[in-house]
């Protein structure tokens, strides 16, 4: 059964780079049949898409996001990250990693969630 | 970008009431619209794909419906454990959006 775990730092300074990792387990990140996804709820507030990647390396990016963010795949060590740098109060979120099928692109399997404060 | 407007943000039901969710894209998606279900300090949980599929495991008084750019969730008969925040998002293209959640209370 496959399972995602986020980790990272709990808190970051502005203007400083936020960095996120996902570990899957249970399940190669090798399989051509997903996107490995990062989606991130502000406090109290909805779910908002950030990007996801394909194994390959091929990107999709959220364009409010665009110019600040980088996703990247490890196949060798089976997860995936997130740098998303200059970042302010308004990245403070928790952060979620999740898996998309790749035809109909739902997120069937979550992390558990990553809190992160942006705060000085 | 493509934008869901989910209603209503909040409702009460009593136990075994039928709930009905309606979440209404700005453009056609085709059958690209998911659900999820959140609880408190949980990630959400995955429902429903494709307007109308059952994700595995999931019981079958949820179900999903499409007319149109109008998508619907419903809850044949609400349990206790149903109280949570329910999404839909579309999938069609990106970037990926969400309804603004309904609130669930019993």
């Known amino acids: 059964q496959v399972q995602l775990q986020e980790s990272g730092p709990g808190l970051v300074k502005p203007s400083q780079t936020l960095s996120l990792t996902c570990i899957v387990s249970?399940?190669?990140?090798?399989?051509?049949?997903?996107?490995w996804t990062w989606i991130r709820q502000h406090p109290g507030k909805g779910l908002e898409w950030v990007g996801y990647i394909h194994y390959s390396g091929s990107t999709y990016y959220n364009p409010s996001l665009k110019s600040r963010l980088d996703l990247s795949v490890d196949t060798s060590k089976n997860r995936f990250s997130l740098k998303v740098t200059s970042v302010t109060g308004a990245d403070t979120a928790v952060y979620f990693c999740?898996?998309?099928?790749?035809?109909?692109?739902?997120?069937?399997?979550w992390g558990q969630g990553t809190s992160v404060i942006v705060s000085s | 970008d493509i934008q869901m407007t989910q209603s209503p943000s909040s409702l009460s039901a009593s136990v075994g009431d039928r709930v009905t969710i309606t979440c209404r894209a700005s453009?056609?998606?085709?059958?690209?619209l998911n659900w999820y279900q959140q609880k408190p300090g949980k990630a959400p949980k995955f429902l429903i794909y494709?307007?109308?599929t059952l994700q595995s495991g999931v019981p079958s008084r949820f179900t999903g419906s499409e007319s149109g750019t109008d998508f619907t969730l419903t809850i044949t008969s609400v349990q206790p454990e149903d109280v949570a925040t329910y999404y839909c998002?579309?999938?069609?293209?990106?970037?990926?959006?969400f309804g603004q959640g309904t609130k669930l209370e019993i």
């Open positions: 249970g399940g190669s990140i090798n399989s051509g049949d997903y996107y």
């Open positions: 494709a307007a109308s």
């Open positions: 999740a898996r998309a099928q790749i035809i109909e692109r739902a997120f069937d399997i």
């Open positions: 998002h579309q999938s069609y293209s990106n970037p990926h959006t």
């Open positions: 453009q056609s998606i085709g059958s690209f």
